[in-house]
């Protein structure tokens, strides 16, 4: 696949962007923008950028020059066409919840989500919004699902943490049929390794927080539209925005509804973090999913683990689709200890590996899973989830190869 942006290659074009839509003192950085209120001298300018027929600032919530310079990095990379951000990743899915469903939509999603995005369905849920979670590995499952209320399919590219890879092509060729909003969170693989436009997404969700950012130092979230969902056939389109053309009728209604109503707003300076981190997006990733591939290889190898969930391993379920998809497998995978093995004792002998339930960082991070982040949903989900007791989740970071491989070799050595 090529992941060039329109005009230049993927890391020149977010290097340069800034600088070539508009030069501040000739920055090379889009500068912080920290004012909440934007004056004008003339109330026909005030009114033009209120009624949306000029571009313009008018209240911090609703956006800043820093953001928006994100927004624009984050719309080449995915070859959309506009980006809203948001304060955090999980902020970007509420946003298109709360602005694009209404009470009645019916609303399918992978059961692989991650665990705050299950959450949160189960609370739209409680508010009237049915939601039907499938093993979205087969577009059949999804298919089975549809009611005459579906609106919207929610699946991520790579689950986390077991690694299941959703069946991206034919649930787009479905959703595109039957003109539902098709929402891929794009966060495990990143532009750099996947475009879901490419699949036919509607909205591309990325947590900027992982690895788009990568230095875990910032918090932020993004939805893209890709352009390719016709939004004449949505219904719940408010009049209003509908005086623009309608490639922009839904982002426009999540960045009025989902954004300046709801006030999860990035500020100028988390934006400028994840902006300055995205410079070297695939440079990083290009490194860590070399480093999971090593350190995956190095574990299924070893004696004290039971199994390796990752798509860049032959006996994957969907290793062949994650091959034909993404430039690259994720940096991201699972692993089970064997029988008899103490997976807190092994943890807790890791020295480089920081035990965090971040991922995404430049760091290897590592948590067992059902302890912590799957903790809540209890042991019976967790069962149907695949989700064992003794499951580690790696988020591989830069680090030297060896030095990673060492660690988890003296950590097992006694396990
Ligand atoms: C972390 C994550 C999110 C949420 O992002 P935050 O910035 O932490 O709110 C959403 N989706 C996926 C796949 C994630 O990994």
Not at 23 to 48: F, M, T
Not at 212 to 222: D, S, T
Request: with cysteine; hydrophobic share 45%.
């Amino acid at each position: 696949m090529t992941n060039d942006t329109r005009e230049h290659g993927f890391t020149t074009a977010i290097l340069h962007g800034d600088r070539e839509s508009s030069i501040e003192h000739g920055a090379v950085h889009k500068p912080l923008h920290l004012s909440v209120a934007y004056g004008y001298r003339d109330a026909a300018d005030l009114i033009a950028v209120f009624q949306g027929r000029a571009s313009g600032y008018a209240y911090g919530r609703q956006g800043n020059p820093t953001t928006a310079a994100l927004e624009a990095k984050v719309t080449a990379m995915e070859q959309g066409v506009a980006t809203v951000c948001f304060s955090t990743g999980m902020a970007a899915i509420g946003a298109i919840m709360l602005s694009l469903l209404k009470g009645g939509d019916h609303v399918v999603s992978s059961a692989y989500v991650f665990g705050n995005t299950n959450s949160l369905l189960g609370t739209l849920a409680d508010h009237g919004t049915p939601v039907t979670f499938v093993d979205a590995t087969s577009a059949e499952n999804v298919e089975r699902a549809l009611t005459p209320r579906t609106r919207l399919v929610f699946v991520e590219t790579i689950a986390n943490p077991r690694t299941q890879v959703a069946d991206l092509v034919r649930i787009g060729a479905l959703c595109r049929e039957r003109g539902l909003v098709y929402v891929v969170d794009n966060t495990m693989t990143s532009p750099w390794l996947f475009r879901p436009a490419t699949v036919d997404a509607s909205l591309v969700v990325n947590a900027l927080t992982k690895y788009i950012g990568g230095h875990g130092n910032a918090l932020g979230g993004a939805v893209t539209d890709t352009g390719r969902y016709d939004w004449t056939r949505y219904p719940n389109i408010a009049e209003n925005y509908k005086s623009q053309k309608p490639a922009m009728w839904g982002i426009t209604q999540l960045r009025k509804k989902g954004l300046r109503d709801f006030g999860a707003t990035l500020g100028a300076e988390p934006a400028h973090h994840i902006a300055v981190g995205a410079e070297t997006l695939a440079l990083r990733m290009d490194r860590q999913c070399a480093n999971a591939q090593a350190l995956a290889e190095f574990l299924v190898a070893h004696p004290k683990v039971r199994a390796v969930h990752y798509p860049g391993l032959a006996p994957h379920p969907q290793h062949g689709l994650a091959k034909a998809l993404f430039r690259a497998p994720g940096a991201l995978f699972s692993f089970e200890l064997a029988d008899g093995c103490d997976v807190l004792a092994v943890l807790n002998r890791l020295r480089t590996v920081v035990l965090s339930s971040n991922l995404g960082d430049n760091r290897t991070l590592a948590i067992p899973v059902a302890q912590t982040i799957y903790w809540e949903m209890g042991p019976a989900r967790r069962a149907e989830m695949g989700i064992a007791d003794s499951l580690v989740r790696v988020s591989v970071g830069i680090e030297d190869r060896d030095d990673l491989i060492a660690d988890f070799a003296q950590a097992l050595a006694t396990a």
